[in-house]
């Protein structure tokens, strides 16, 4: 009897042995598939990144707006050339590394009277409005930056507002040298070519370039060349006596794009002087005159 409760007892131990082997085999081969699934399952479900201005806010959501009014440096100048850009400079970064020298997919910019362009962030803080073509000129623009569509309606709902006018004929450059008369073996004129952005109206013009020397006048003559940005100016005969004199060419301030008078004074030294002829941009002083 004891050995039959011993034989049963061994029996026993030996089949629960092996009920308890390969379970914890499949366990341990379960695990690195469930790990694997796992791993699987997180790359799935990585959301894409946004841009920025993709971005929505939502509740509870920290993020601070800017204030673009607040950062805002300058807006672009009251009068500007026909040829310019239109740009906006900020205090701080506002666009990411990424935007800086790309052409915006969409333009932040509006304008009264239209212009069409596109619009570049040159660096962080400096935006431009590069037009198709030349500004219109003469005319006065009014602009909006719009906010939501610069940095995304997550960051700022401001809109900045400027003006500015187009500088109407806007002159460039003049060019020319004083020459000899058969009128007389003294005698001189001023001969040169007057350039402009764009087309000028010889009539305007002849209303608005004043010559002068000595405090008198000087008359003009003008032909239009086949350019109709350039002007030929021939000045009346004068007699070139023992003091040199200065001849001063100025139109106003409608002509230049930084809204101030523009003046080219030329000196024309005396007789016993060999001829040099000097040439200088802006003001002299009336010592010369």
């Known amino acids: 009897m004891r050995r039959l409760l011993v034989l049963t007892l061994a029996i026993f131990l030996i089949s629960c042995s092996k009920d308890k082997t390969p379970a914890t085999e499949t366990d341990s081969q379960s695990k690195p598939d469930t790990q694997l699934e796992q791993k699987q399952h997180a790359i799935e479900r990585k959301p894409e990144p946004r841009m920025p201005e993709e971005i929505k806010l939502v509740e509870h959501q920290d993020i601070v707006p800017i204030d673009l009014d607040n950062q805002l440096i300058s807006t672009p100048r009251q009068r500007l050339a026909p040829d310019e850009n239109i740009k ?13 020298g790309s052409v915006l997919e969409k333009n932040p910019f509006s304008f009264d009277p239209p212009i069409e362009g596109v619009a570049r962030w040159i660096s962080r803080r400096e935006i431009h409005f590069i037009p198709d073509n030349d500004l219109p ?3 006065h623009i009014m602009g909006t930056l719009h906010g939501e569509i610069l940095v995304g309606v997550a960051q700022s709902v401001d809109d900045i507002s400027f003006d500015f006018s187009i500088a109407e004929q806007e002159v460039l450059k003049l060019e020319g040298d004083f020459e000899q008369t058969d009128v007389g073996a003294n005698t001189v004129r001023y001969k040169g070519i007057i350039s402009f952005a764009q087309p000028v109206n010889i009539n305007m013009l002849n209303r608005d370039l004043r010559c002068k020397s000595r405090n008198k006048r000087i008359k003009i003559e003008f032909e239009s060349l086949d350019t109709q940005t350039d002007i030929t100016i021939t000045t009346e005969i004068f007699e070139r006596d023992n003091d040199g004199r200065t001849i001063v060419f100025s139109l106003p301030k409608k002509y230049t794009a930084d809204n101030n008078t523009w003046s080219h004074s030329i000196y024309l030294p005396g007789i016993d002087v060999f001829k040099i002829i000097t040439t200088m941009e802006g003001d002299v002083t009336e010592d010369f005159c």
């Open 88 to 100: 906006i400079k900020f205090k701080e970064n506002i666009a990411p590394n990424y935007r800086v």
């Open 137 to 139: 000129a003469g005319k």
